[in-house]
């Protein structure tokens, strides 16, 4: 996400207010694919990342670290701003989803 932001200058929330989850979800896979090509690199995505094969299948080329939690653990852990800057998050429904 960082790396999005960055080049477009806009936060994660801004892109999928004027643009929408799916070109967020383009833009994101480029980018992974972009960074796949480096050796010896750490890689953080967000959650949606792992839900595109395209992104899996980029994703090979390394060792993939799945932090799992229950949907209440994950829940509790994001608050105040970090809530704020997932917009899937922002409105009750989707919280409702997570949980």
């Known amino acids: 996400d960082d790396v999005i932001e960055k080049s ?3 936060s994660v929330s801004q892109i999928f207010e004027e ?5 967020f979800r383009d833009i994101e896979t ?8 480096y050796a010896r690199s750490v890689i953080s995505t967000g959650g949606g990342a792992v839900l595109s094969r395209e992104n899996w299948g980029n994703m090979r080329h390394g060792i993939v670290i799945w932090l799992n939690g229950t949907p209440e653990t994950l829940a509790a852990r994001i608050q105040g701003q970090e809530k704020e800057n997932r ?4 409105e009750e429904e989707g919280e409702a989803e997570l949980v």
């Open 87 to 90: 917009p899937l998050l922002k």
């Open 8 to 10: 477009l200058g806009a």
């Open 19 to 23: 643009n929408g989850e799916a070109i």
């Open 30 to 37: 480029k980018v992974l694919q972009e960074l796949s090509q």
